[in-house]
């Protein structure tokens, strides 16, 4: 950042701070308007403080991304030359030390801050300029550096501009990045990573094959964790399963909660047996092809419910092998978007329920990332009131926001075909909905040009699923 960028900064914050006083003042009543209601005047103004507070924090933090990186950059120039790795390494350890005592931190967080600074202040300019102007939250561009490492410049300026240039091919639909949690944006920005990673997802997904293991960790309070490094699909569906089976077993008579469950389920299948043990519902788990990659023309890859995107290697052996487990969905090959499937009664169908997980992908509430196998269909205006059963007046909240949206004055509201609905708050405020980020599928030159004269292009392999067109009627 340089000493112009740090003007602005600190001109911004300034306003900020204004912004924060005035907001203050409304809280404590001496800007209140004459006849204004004074606690809905108060509700206002903390709410407008709590938003001035986080950008002045983003402008902050930016700061001390300057500073840090100032300071790392000053030291190497000032050391002498390293004769040996070991110096280098010596040298490097002494100014992480002095990062970590000026901020009373670990020398392990004072070495992250000192490499997201030169990481931001080189390679991702949209970032530090959206931190600087409180636009993103600190922990919104750490995450875009996770992102990022180990791609080149061109796909790691490729991935900043989808979410921060409102400009760019393409761009990332929905409520821009610093309005969503820091870990709706971690999905999203590993999802469009993995879609767009110059390395082929096939080539990434063998090598994670071979990596498959199961691990044991002890924990305290003779706990214990014991996790399965195994592919989505297999993972996708065992989860799905398993919460099914755990919702069999929920009751008046049965105290514990889900995720108890869900334990408790899987624990009876390894040391018991499915066929001796808890039942083992077939779970149901959504997995979009896109046409062309389950012909095999490329190797865009599909999309598992709750996962984001696999191989279409994988897509393609689900559909062969007829999985009974897994619900397959081919996209639309312009648009990269379902078709709607609609109806008139009150009752909401098993195929509609099926196209609103596909078009929220998940809970729609703000940051919620309750999975949509476990989430509820709700009518936004109310059938009762003249509200149809409609895509259009439809959501699917998790059981916790299902009750907030009945039991408080938290509303849903502009759901559409392809967008699940925002929300209005009972303070007035609207939040936008996430959205999920349907591509126009790839097209090889041949396909979307045309065959020319005495050209027939490449041969396509046979379809694997005949019946493909039942998906897309509408």
Not at 81 to 104: F, G, K
Not at 143 to 165: I, K, W, Y
Not at 290 to 297: D, E, K, Q, T
Request: charged fraction near 20%; include cysteine; hydrophobic fraction near 40%.
């Amino acid at each position: 950042m340089e000493c112009k960028a740090v003007a602005e900064t600190l001109e911004a914050m300034e306003v900020s701070l204004a912004a924060l006083a005035e907001c203050a003042g409304r809280a404590d009543g001496t800007l209140a308007p004459v006849g204004a209601d004074p606690l809905q005047d108060e509700a206002d103004a903390c709410l407008d403080g709590m938003a001035a507070v986080a950008r002045v924090e983003a402008g902050m933090a930016a700061l001390k991304v300057h500073f840090a990186d100032g300071y790392a950059n000053a030291a190497a120039a000032m050391a002498a030359p390293a004769v040996s790795p070991q110096e280098r390494t010596a040298q490097v350890m002494a100014v992480t030390a002095e990062v970590a005592c000026v901020l009373t931190v670990s020398e392990r967080s004072a070495a992250a801050l000192l490499a997201e600074s030169a990481t931001l202040t080189t390679g991702l300019p949209l970032t530090l300029a959206a931190l600087r102007a409180g636009s993103i939250s600190w922990q919104h561009a750490r995450v875009m550096c996770d992102e990022t490492s180990g791609l080149d410049p061109s796909a790691a300026a490729a991935l900043e501009a989808h979410f921060l240039d409102p400009e760019a091919p393409f761009a990332a639909r929905g409520c821009p990045a610093g309005q969503l949690v820091p870990g709706r944006f971690r999905a999203k920005a590993r999802s469009w990573r993995e879609r767009h990673h110059p390395v082929s997802i096939e080539a990434r997904h063998r090598k994670g094959v071979e990596d498959r293991r199961l691990e044991f960790v002890p924990d305290r309070d003779g706990m214990a964790w014991l996790s399965a490094y195994v592919t989505a699909d297999v993972a996708s569906a065992v989860w799905s399963r398993a919460t099914e089976a755990a919702r069999a077993l929920q009751g008046p008579a049965e105290s514990r909660t889900l995720p108890q469950l869900r334990a408790d389920v899987a624990a009876d299948w390894l040391l018991v047996g499915v066929a001796e043990g808890t039942p083992s519902p077939k779970a149901q788990v959504l997995v979009t092809v896109p046409v062309l990659s389950l012909l095999g023309a490329v190797t865009e890859p599909a999309t598992l419910d709750g996962y984001g995107p696999v191989p279409p290697s994988m897509a393609r052996r689900l559909v062969a092998d007829g999985a009974g487990s897994f619900l397959r969905v081919l996209t639309d090959p312009r648009s990269g978007a379902p078709l709607e499937i609609g109806r008139t009664s009150y009752r909401v169908p098993k195929t509609m329920r099926q196209w609103l997980r596909l078009r929220d992908g998940r809970c729609p509430f703000p940051g919620c990332s309750n999975h949509s196998l476990d989430n509820e269909a709700d009518h936004l205006l109310a059938w009762s009131e003249g509200g149809g059963t409609g895509i259009t007046n439809l959501g699917q909240p998790c059981p916790r926001h299902h009750r907030l949206r009945h039991a408080t004055a938290w509303r849903p509201v502009d759901a559409t075909r392809d967008q699940p609905p925002g929300w209005i708050s009972p303070a007035g405020r609207s939040y936008p909905s996430e959205q999920q980020d349907w591509e126009p599928p790839y097209w090889p030159d041949v396909l979307a040009r045309g065959a020319g004269p005495g050209e027939t292009g490449p041969p396509l392999p046979v379809d694997p699923l005949h019946d493909w067109a039942l998906f897309t009627a509408a």
